[in-house]
């Protein structure tokens, strides 16, 4: 499987403080694929996400991007925040402007593309977004799931190769969380590498096609959702609770279970259940 971004033996501890907030964390990220890191919050999720732009830099170790060792230069790490997107868990941390249209020309602009581009790909990415009526509205009128919105549409104006998302869902209603969800379908079928750090077993079962776990600045389990999950003994020795669909299943009739594959979905589940009530 080929990776997009490392982590090898990556150290890094903040300043002020005794443990390590990544330890030894060895961490590959698939190309192409829908990833999510799992782990509580302490576990390093974050951490590696602002070691993946440069933000931080490792004490030990190194990553790499497509296998080459990042650089650290002033050039080299601008390229690098083109190519790599991320978006914070509070849209406040990143949007600095006064609008929509103002806020996501700002990268373009500091990226030194031309005054008619920006125009374009700003006025281009609200549409494809549904944030075009919202353009010249001020930030602090939008809510919380339209802010977060934004601040994606800010990154993704930059074309980036790879996406990083922290808690993206957190305190979104329902509605919003779906909505985000099927933009982050749409953004992943054009070709992005898409990672999510959450701590939401549920949403990390049903949206990705790899899993990795992180705990105390490691990387301790890896794989498709499946198999990953399966291990139940081992999530709840790191605090981890099982997908409430992968708990549903396992309450089932073995008569019902034998054979089938674990529904990713609810809409899996009812066909299974539907298809169950016909063979009896």
Request: net charge negative.
């Amino acid at each position: 499987m080929k990776s997009i971004m490392e982590a090898l033996e990556v150290n890094y501890q903040y300043p002020g403080s005794a443990a390590d907030a990544l330890n030894g964390l060895t961490m590959s990220i698939p190309e192409g694929k829908r990833t999510a890191i799992c782990g509580h919050n302490g576990s390093g999720k974050s951490t590696f996400f602002l070691h993946a732009v440069g933000i931080h830099r490792p004490a030990a170790g190194l990553l790499t991007w497509k296998g080459t060792p990042l650089s650290y230069d002033r050039k080299q790490l601008q390229l690098l925040r083109q190519r790599v997107g991320l978006v914070f868990q509070d849209p406040e941390q990143q949007l600095i402007l006064n609008t929509p249209f103002e806020d996501i020309s700002y990268g373009l602009r500091n990226a030194r593309v031309p005054e008619d581009e920006i125009r374009v790909r700003t006025l281009h990415i609200l549409d494809s977004m549904g944030l075009g009526q919202l353009a010249d509205t001020p930030l602090h009128h939008l809510s919380l799931g339209q802010k977060k919105r934004v601040a994606l549409a800010g990154v993704l104006v930059l074309r980036p190769e790879l996406l990083l998302l922290d808690e993206p869902t957190a305190y979104l209603d329902r509605s919003s969380e779906r909505q985000l969800l099927e933009e982050l379908s749409r953004i992943h079928e054009s070709g992005i590498t898409v990672v999510m750090a959450t701590h939401d077993m549920n949403l990390a079962y049903a949206w990705a096609d790899w899993v990795l776990v992180m705990d105390r600045g490691q990387c301790v389990m890896q794989g498709p959702p499946e198999e990953v999950f399966r291990d139940e003994a081992r999530l709840q020795a790191l605090g981890l609770e099982l997908p409430l669909l992968l708990e549903l299943w396992q309450a089932l009739p073995e008569a019902m279970r034998n054979g089938v594959a674990p529904p990713r979905s609810v809409e899996e589940l009812k066909r299974v259940a539907l298809q169950f009530h016909y063979s009896c």
